[in-house]
């Protein structure tokens, strides 16, 4: 038999074959439809606004009201720079999600960038679905993106050419031997939570490391805690750990990546761990080269400098990881 043989349609005749192309054509609808819903594409940052009129602190008071109007919480304020501050804030649906894992605690801050780029300042703020998705968290934000385009607005999405799909950002890592969200730099443990807070907040009132706290956010429902930190060469952080060092190196293009900041100490029981820098840095900036001016290769040291300060202000030893040339 040939492989191109049909057997004759047992439909009765021309309202048969009608009916058989209709439900062909229904198929044909429902999967284009389902291959459409999944094929979202998500980047890591939305555009709010621009202002030429103001400065950044002016910008940023419009921005915290906004939010609170909204009904979202500061968590606290970051100035990385003269020209840059970093607003950060949460909100009920994003603790629902951060509850929803283990490891769910790092969706709990957004943050808000406003930056001063040639005399504008921009307002971006981080896209709370693309990192839903790269965090592994099942509870939809979708309400949450909603709420923050009313409140703060979403000229456009930026940070990434193409965009990437909810596939992509689940398994996402920059490239092959590069760590994945589920390969953070573990810090130490200690007996309970209340311990490794206890030694963490002394730390941080040392500065050690050249590293101190912005907010601090605890899981509901859950034995968990995420501290955001801001790591300076000015409080005594070695150069090449310091958040100032890295947005310099690679935060150049039209659209500022300002919100990559704060860092955040995850303490979920008497564990302490923090995204490694070689996934944090690349969802961040997934578009940047590996090789070339402001690329990731000339960060190389900084993974490693990364590490070594926040083993500092937890009190754990230094593993001293770096990339690798």
């Known amino acids: 038999m040939s492989l191109f043989h049909r057997k004759p349609l047992q439909t009765g005749g021309s309202t048969g074959i009608v009916r058989s192309l209709t439900a062909g054509l229904a198929a044909v609808t429902l999967m284009a439809a389902a291959a459409s819903a999944t094929a979202d594409e998500y980047r890591p940052f939305v555009l709010a606004w621009t202002d030429g009129g103001a400065g950044v602190s002016e910008v940023a008071d419009e921005a915290r009201e906004r939010l609170q109007g909204a009904d979202f919480e500061i968590l606290g304020e970051y100035d990385v720079t003269d020209s840059a501050r970093v607003l950060v804030a949460t909100s009920d649906d994003l603790l629902e999600a951060a509850a929803s894992h283990d490891r769910a605690a790092y969706i709990a801050p957004m943050r808000v960038g406003i930056t001063e780029v040639d005399g504008e300042v921009q307002v971006s703020y981080t ?43 689940n398994r996402y890592r920059y490239a092959f031997g590069m760590e994945r969200f589920d390969a953070p730099y573990e810090l130490g443990s200690r007996g309970s939570r209340a311990e490794a807070l206890e030694t963490l907040s002394a730390g941080l009132e040392e500065r050690a490391g050249g590293v101190s706290e912005v907010y601090r956010v605890d899981i509901p429902g859950r034995d968990a805690t995420l501290v955001g930190v801001a790591i300076r060469a000015a409080d005594g952080a070695e150069e090449d750990a310091s ?45 940047l080269s590996m090789l070339g001016s402001n690329s990731f290769i000339q960060l190389r040291n900084a993974p490693g400098a990364v590490e070594e300060a926040l083993e500092e202000v937890t009190g754990f030893a230094s593993s001293g990881f770096q990339w690798s040339d």
Do not use: C, I, W
């Open 127 to 169: 896209h709370p679905v693309y990192f839903q998705h790269a965090y592994r968290v099942e509870v939809p934000l979708g309400g949450v993106a909603a709420s923050l385009e009313e409140a703060l607005g979403a000229e456009e999405t930026f940070g990434h050419e193409d965009g990437m799909s909810q596939r992509d950002l």
């Open 243 to 287: 958040d100032r060092n890295a947005l310099e190196t690679v935060d150049v293009n039209a659209r500022r990546h300002t919100a990559y900041v704060p860092y955040e100490v995850l303490v979920n029981g008497g564990d302490v761990e923090a995204l490694h820098m070689r996934f944090r840095m690349a969802l961040h900036f997934p578009d």
